[in-house]
């Protein structure tokens, strides 16, 4: 099969010559420039689909990560992403099993994912979602997840990874970020190479140029050959006439707006599009629009569509607005529109935005070029918000030059007016590399802090939270949190709400507790207050009782709402994560021998797929468990059966059934240790002089690799709050081990067996280190610095490493029971 063939089987069409030039071109970081309507998307996953699925291109990475502006362009580049797979034989819908040579799709906004992505990073995968989960997680801070998979994302988003940025012009504060990102990955290094396609109808080279970044070492930009322009498809989508004329009321006359609105319609067939730039006003017009229409019993209820939905709501809302594109009907929206939205309105009236703002929003206007009396209404807004007074003014300009020569805004004509200077997408905040590096250890500091990366990955004024309601027992009066085992919130439960005074005062003045999953203690906690105001975290899930209302499925959230909000129904998988625990149940007893054996397999088989080569790896699966032999963990397992018949057989344990685990809150074995990490065990051992199997230049490569692989242990070693100190005072103690334990002797599987030895935390001092076994020896954090300073090594191969052994771990735990 050749490439047009290729291209047509998934969607119909043969493709343009630029789309075809894309998918035999080098794969290297480059631009696309083509207007809008006329198939990037489809340009760029069938360049990746072609090459490294079809042709099995080992150049072309085999992530392609696809980055968004706007949540509500996800649902809809996923399913159309999903359909082309369908028509091709590659769709690949499993979740928890290997690919079989097929792609995963999946979508990365939030919550809880059960698809499971990231245990599968040998397999081909396509990546959806908003800049903002994309790029949090590319900064090992990922938004809507459990920190302790921070990691993870961290490292399979840096490494062997095609990202693609739709509609560059909308990214604000998030486009210099990529740029630093790809700079950061070439100067640090990579375990696989990465690549970066920034993509729009208006884009421009400068807009790339950062500290760390030239625009010059980018590959040829992309744009329409001539062979395109000259076809009847192009012409007539290139030439689609819109005329532009100014609305007679500004969007602060609501009513008078809205009756216009109306009036200039009442004659007119097809879809009215009306396109406003904040939330509130979409809220406000929609809701005068169904007053007046009440007067007329035969219209059609409008469309209110934007960014604060939960996902189910936001795709039915978006279905709606597509399903009515020929249909007589109203519907209001905010910039979500603007971009990756293939739809057509016969009308538009859209509030003055920046010029590429506009550019975007005409394109939604007469979009297949069959129209003949399309008309673009523009109106003024009643502040620059969310944008700025210069931006606004430019645009104003340029459209009465555009009115001046015929009123005419087809793409054709478009395309001949340059971008404005200050189009250039802000980048008051850019990420430094001292900043990047600083991200790669994601333990909190000691008030308990994480980095706020809020500023690198959107607009300041645009930061915002998730929100999701729920109902349980003692939820109504809101007096008792949710009991243990309460499902982690999932993705389609989830509303982006902004932080904004409504916002504030809305949750402060509410009669109910606004509570957050406490990751240390494993609870859901109430949010402190300042000033009579919740403190709120850019990027977090919050919880609500479902009675405090806020949210309606036909509007979206609206602090206005009083009624309950009908909860989504949830499964009972998928708990949150807490700093104590971790996914040890499995359907029978385990060794640690059986356990690591698993481990070993499937590393091996990732290691292969992956065409990896790192020595380390294979010593860190055999020694990771190793600490699951101090008696800390086994007092984890409820005694009467773990002398049981079942189990006798598999000491010392590594995995043992559900329902043999004890209450994550039971402190009565004497053994037990608040916040014990076995794998900081593990880790002190393989440092141990006495462990002499484990050659020298790897030994702090192996006891990283192992300390991480729950995402847990990172570069220092310190206690917790509350954790229980040993009663002797003058004994170090971290993460539930104290100096002096004993680790015995264990069979490690494959004929390796570990050594008895005593643990010695002086390693988690400042400096080296001033007794045996440790004398002389650097500390636990000088070791890790090192090897994340390393030009051979670096936090970004460390990262995927790291993600390897976990993956690894987990698919054996999940795969083996």
Known sequence: MDYPNFFKTSTGQ?????????AQAQ??????????????????????????VHLGHAEFPRRLVY??????????????????????????????????????????????????????????????????????????????????????????????????????????????????????????????????????????PAWLATVDFKPSSLGTTIELEDTDKKSDRVIRLREARKVLKRSKHTSAEVKKLCAEILLEIRNQSGLTLVVVNTVKKARELHAEITKQQLSTPTSVAPILLHSQFRSSDRAKQLSQLIASENQNRIAISTQIVEAGVDLSAATLFTEIAPWSSLVQRFGRCNRRGTEKDARIFLITPEKPIPYNEVQLKEANRLIDELVANGANASPCNLANIPMPECEKPASKHVIRRRDFLDLFDTTPDLAGQDIDIDRWVREIENTGISLFWRAWEGSEKDQTPPTEGFPAPQRNELCPAPITKETMEWLAKGKFKLRRW????????????????????????????????????????????????????????????????????????????????????????ILGKTGTFQPALPLAARWHDLGKTHPAFAAKIKPELQASPAASSHKPFAKAPKDAWRNARDKSDPNYRSYFRHELASALAIIHPEVDSIPDDLRNLVAWLIAAHHGKVRLSIRSLPDEIPPQDVAKRFARGVWDGDMLDAVDLGDGVVSPALTLSLEPMEIGLCQYPPFE???????????????????????????????????RASANNP
């Open 27 to 52: 794969c290297t970081s480059r631009l696309i420039s083509i207007p809008t309507g006329l198939g990037k998307t489809a340009a760029v996953i069938h360049a990746w689909l072609w090459n490294r």
């Open 14 to 22: 043969h493709p343009y010559a630029y789309q075809q030039t894309l």
């Open 67 to 204: 980055c968004l502006p706007m949540r509500t362009l996800v649902e809809q580049t996923h399913s159309v992403a999903g359909d082309w797979l369908k028509k091709l034989g590659v769709h690949w819908d499993d979740g928890r099993t290997t690919h079989s040579n097929k792609v995963g799709l999946h979508m990365l906004m939030g919550g809880e994912d059960a698809a499971g992505w990231d245990l599968y990073p040998e397999e081909n995968a396509i990546l959806i979602g908003t800049q903002d989960m994309l790029l949090s997680r590319a900064l090992n801070r990922g938004y809507g997840m459990s920190r302790f998979r921070w990691p993870m994302h961290y490292g399979l988003l840096n490494n062997d990874c095609l990202w693609v940025f739709d509609e560059v012009q909308l990214m604000g504060a998030g486009l210099p970020t990529t740029a630093q990102l790809a700079a950061f990955r070439d100067s640090f290094g990579t375990a696989k190479p990465c690549h970066s396609w920034w993509m729009s109808a208006t884009n421009d």
């Open 518 to 605: 406490n990751h240390l203690e494993g609870f859901w906690e109430t949010v402190s207050k300042e000033f009579g105001k919740y403190v709120l975290i850019p990027g977090q899930i919050y919880l609500l009782p479902s009675h405090v209302g806020g949210y309606s499925p036909e509007t979206g959230f609206d602090p206005q709402i009083t009624k309950p909000v009908e909860p989504i129904a949830v499964g009972a998988s998928g708990n949150n994560e807490s700093n104590d625990g971790d996914t040890l149940s499995a359907a029978t007893w385990q060794s640690i021998a059986e356990h690591t054996n698993h481990v070993f397999q499937e590393l091996t088989d």
């Open 776 to 810: 002389n020896q650097p500390s636990w954090a000088e070791r890790m610095l090192k090897l994340r300073d390393s030009n051979d090594l670096g936090p970004l191969r460390l990262a995927f490493w790291e993600t390897l052994l976990r993956a690894a771990d987990q």
